[in-house]
């Protein structure tokens, strides 16, 4: 009797035994099913999201295809009238349909250069100020915000203060050193954009100087270096391809800058002078007569206007990307 007892206690231990091994299992069993549907459920959003940023990189690209070929479609009528003589004419008269475009050419490389150069010692010493002497503190803040403050500006509110402070004050300065006094003009205008443009390289170049290691400097002010040869020959060059990444938007900003120079550069056809002389860019040509033009060659040279405005930007980006490719690589 006693031994049917064990026995039965043995097959009972047994099954308790096997019953637990088959609930673990399955417990097992549950855990690496819901493993598989996680890790499942992950590579599809990976693959989801990658497929997003094919999309969405494809369709940066097709917007500009379609602006770019929207701009020629649209000034063909123009480039079949005119041909050659437009890039190279000098002379703007909608009424006998003479339409050259070499005056406001040079009346947008000249305010825009002219700018660029106004606004880089501002620019640099701004963001040196900012991102070495005095990158924190209540003063680094309200110069910080007053630079960005600079950005947000409306250009038209720009352009009014312009029109009645700066072109009175170039006006001055024109007549003590012996000029026609015309107030507006290329001057006025790219001191407008030089204004406009200080943010955009300062802000870059001031996180930019920011990152410099600690290390790289530690070094240099343990041999001896003062915080001017630091920045010289330790901040500057570590930082040059991105300060130049920094000028480059800043000349984007100021080649598409239209209403701030519409208002004090004079709007003329004429080829200017010289850098006191009203002039014209194309982006004010085309704000200032879009609606006027009546006759379908008129509307399309200042279409055409607007894709010579597209290639000369297109093509100053890519000369400065290559410029920055080749500091990088140095």
Known sequence: METSVNKIEITRSKINTLLRVFSLSKKGDATTTRSQKNSNRNIWMEGFFKKTLVLIALSMVIIMLSLFLTLVVQSLPSIKALKGGFLIGKTWDPVSEIFGAYPFLAGTLLTSFTALFISIPFSFAV??????????????????????????VPSVIYGFWGVFVLVPI??????????????????????????????????????LIRMVPSSLKEAAYAVGATKFEVIRYVI????????FAGVLLSLGRALAETMAVTMVIGNTSLLPANIFAPGNTMASVIANEFTEASTTVYLSALIELGLLLFLV????????????KRFTNE
């Open 170 to 207: 170039v006006r001055d300065l024109e007549i003590k050193l012996g000029v026609l006094p015309y107030g507006v003009g290329i001057f006025t205008a790219s001191i407008i954009l030089a204004i406009m443009i200080i943010p955009y390289a300062s802000s870059m170049g001031r996180e």
């Open 236 to 243: 500057l060059p570590y930082t040059k391809s991105g300060l």
């Open 313 to 324: 930007t297109a093509i100053i980006n890519m000369i400065g990307k290559t410029i920055i």
């Open 127 to 152: 963001a040196i100020f900012l991102g070495e002497y005095y990158p924190k503190g209540w003063f680094s803040n309200l110069l910080k915000n007053t630079v960005e403050l600079i950005a947000a």
